[in-house]
């Protein structure tokens, strides 16, 4: 609350699995609660009442006579001593954009955690994206943003004038709509806020601020106080994505700007642009219609303006490029960046200091990266797809340098690119990392055999459903799986499981992780027809493209067990006990807690990604004593070890690392000062 008044916003950085969302839900219940005590101490001094101290005969020490009425809430602004005296409250809607596949798990977190029927605060969250909002029949539900309700109630105060008035103002936003949180991602957002929009004559300054002229235009219709973005460094670029939905929001009433992440700097950072330039062009300028921003009429923010940190990615870019690895530039730009990170990022870990404790406890979890061993039957057959996939990158990287060339046609630039970047290169290579975890797949990705198969994301979605078992993926399900180290490994590894039990003496249950769809595809198919025993059927949820948010919402609720409120009833029939998903869809922003073992399919070369899964199951809420993940690797793939070897020269390591070769013993020589511990396995 302090830095959004300070700065317009910044960043909430927490280590994965302290509960951002959380964190999210209890700021705007904050900032609806000073909005509220405001207004009753405004009426109060208004009235020469008692119940709140009056502004100037305080005493040092004195605080608020009603506060017992109000317990748990923020200190009463009454009271001069209050950090709150100093904040003035913020009016307006508030607005989360989020990935859509954590609306669902947005709307049961509010559901879980927020009180409506608290008369004071009357907090409301309102959906807008349709595909999580029932089908209207006859009408759109009171969450769907699409309601006439929610429109009128949401809509701003508006203050049209012609051009006889002698005086135009801005249209405000409407008393207690800070109670309002919507929910929204990028495309839905774009169509949703349009049914505010309302013409009319309006004064513009786009010629001149000294004498403006008016004109026919349209006005926003809605005021926000507070937007946020949730997993910001998916789409950090600035005006891209749900960085776009920050900065095209109206500067009108200069909203507070947040992005969430518990990853916020990747390789670069420009990691921060989107939401950084967002709040820039959102903070309250002198002159509100002016060209320059709030920060450049700053002395002390005028360091962190868009330029600067436009210079610093520049300088960084460069010198990444140059790949002469000077110390001195690299500690330059280390000391250039890391006053942006001291002023707009709140980083919190479970050993962070609160009240002298550290923040959480969390559970201990080991990691263990599998080393299987390589099936070379199809080596020869997996030669033939190497030089195809060369091929195509030479067409890529051609097309590079032809960008290049265009825009640098006397060769100015010294360091022209030699080759695909490392990240561009696993991206091409995307058919080696499926074939990798199962090698018969080069046999049917051949464009000459009778069952051929692309291996794309669309060629899963045309199989789903029921067409999945007249699919090559079904006929020859044996021979794929048979083919696999990782498959004989995971089948061992799950009837060894079943054998267990929860701390609750429930069923273990285990989350299986890949980055392709067509590797959940048929890790489902192998685990329910070749792996689980006849009483286990019907026992494997999977979350892939192509799924609608209620089928995704069904499946994780089958999973957690989810307990309807009202009836206090599963909320699914179905009990899953093994969830196989892609880290797209199930690996950022769930709580996954049910399961205390998590199996990531291959490595990845955004480690970030491995760190977020890991976090889906080692959080608050895990009540197993440990939780454990594994990750498998193939000895003989050349694409896996180059990413393991990259992830190993640059310390992308899951905690610190016990040499054994038996979990057993990882488990009885822990160190209690380290929730996280890995060990190496090799098969």
């Known amino acids: 609350m302090k830095s959004s008044r300070e700065v317009g916003g910044g960043f909430v950085a927490d280590e994965m699995g302290l509960g951002k969302t959380l964190s999210f839900l209890a700021y705007i219940v904050a900032e609806r609660q000073l909005t509220w005590l405001w207004e009753e101490v405004e009426a109060t001094r208004a009235l020469h009442g008692r119940k709140h101290l009056n502004e100037i005969e305080q005493h040092q020490g004195d605080r608020c006579p009603s506060r ?3 317990p748990g809430w923020i200190v009463c602004p009454c009271a001069s001593s209050s950090p709150t005296s100093k904040w003035p409250a913020k009016a307006g809607v508030r607005i989360a954009c989020v990935p859509q596949s954590l609306v669902l798990p947005w709307v049961s977190q509010w559901f879980a955690h927020i009180d409506e029927t608290e008369s004071n605060l009357a907090m409301r969250l309102v959906v807008a994206h349709d595909a999580a909002n029932p089908v209207p029949a006859p009408g759109f539900g009171n969450l769907d943003a ?66 403006p002229t008016w004109v026919k235009a349209k006005s926003g219709g809605i005021v926000f106080g507070l937007a946020m973005i949730d997993e910001c460094h998916e789409e950090y670029f600035k005006e891209k994505g749900r960085a ?65 940190l436009d210079m610093i990615c520049k300088n960084f870019e460069k010198h990444v490029k140059s790949r002469t690895g000077d110390h001195q530039v690299a500690q330059k730009l280390e000391d250039d960046f890391t006053p942006f990170l001291f002023r707009f990022m709140i980083r919190r870990t479970a050993d962070s ?22 099936n070379p039957k199809f080596d020869a057959k997996l030669d033939d797809l190497v030089k195809v996939i060369e091929d195509e990158a030479l067409v890529i990287f051609a097309d590079l340098l032809e960008s290049w060339r265009i825009k640098d046609p006397v060769y100015r630039t010294v360091n022209f690119p030699k080759g695909l970047t490392f990240n561009r290169r696993c991206r091409v290579e995307w058919r080696l990392r499926i074939i990798a975890s199962f090698p018969f797949l080069v046999t049917l990705s051949s464009v000459h055999h009778k069952h051929h198969l692309t291996l794309t994301t669309e060629e899963v979605i045309k199989y789903k459903g029921t067409n999945v078992f007249k699919s090559p993926y079904s006929l020859y399900l044996k021979q794929i799986v048979a083919s696999s180290s990782k498959c004989i490994w995971l089948k061992q590894y799950i009837l060894e499981l079943l054998q267990t039990i929860d701390v609750d003496a429930k069923d273990q249950k285990l ?75 199930i690996g950022t922003g769930l709580q996954l807690t049910r399961a205390a073992n998590l199996v990531l399919m291959e490595p990845d070369y955004e480690f970030y990604r491995e760190l977020q899964a890991v976090a889906r199951i080692h959080r608050i809420g895990q009540i197993n004593q440990r939780s454990y993940s594994f990750r498998l690797i193939n000895e003989g793939s050349g694409i896996e070890n180059k990413i393991v070897k990259r992830q190993e020269e640059r310390g992308e390591m899951h905690g610190r690392e016990i040499q054994t070769r038996l979990l057993s013993e990882a488990i009885a020589t822990e160190v209690n000062s380290d929730p996280l511990v890995r060990t190496p396995k090799k098969y």
């Open 244 to 308: 776009r939905v920050l900065s095209d929001l109206p500067l009108t009433n200069n909203p507070f700007i947040w992005g969430y992440s518990g990853t916020p700097i990747l390789n670069t950072p420009r990691s921060i642009e989107g939401v950084l330039w967002a709040i820039e062009q959102h903070f309250p300028r002198k002159d509100k219609y002016s060209m320059t921003t709030g920060w450049d009429e700053n002395p002390i923010l005028s360091q962190y303006h868009y330029r600067a």
């Open 146 to 211: 699409r309601h006439a309700r929610n429109i009128k109630e949401l809509s701003a105060k508006r203050h049209i004038f012609d051009n006889k008035a002698s005086k135009y103002h801005e249209e405000t936003a409407r008393p207690h709509q800070d109670r309002y949180l919507v929910l929204t991602t990028p495309n839905s957002y774009k169509s949703w806020v349009k049914k505010f929009e309302y013409g009319g004559l309006f004064l513009s300054y786009a010629k001149s601020i000294e004498n």
């Open 68 to 70: 017992h009425e109000r």
């Open 353 to 374: 200091s609160w009240m002298g404790r550290p923040l959480i406890k969390l559970k201990k979890h080991v990691h263990q990266d599998i080393v299987l061993t390589h």
């Open 511 to 585: 989350v299986i992780m890949t980055l392709f769809n067509p590797v959940a595809l048929i890790l489902k198919l192998f685990i329910e027809r070749l792996v689980l025993p006849r009483d286990k059927k019907n026992r494997v949820g999977l979350i892939c493209a192509g799924m609608k948010a209620r089928e995704r919402a069904a499946v994780l609720d089958a999973f957690t067990d989810a307990i309807d409120k009202d009836s206090g009833l599963r909320k699914q029939k179905n009990n899953f006990q093994i969830l196989v998903g892609t880290t797209r869809l």
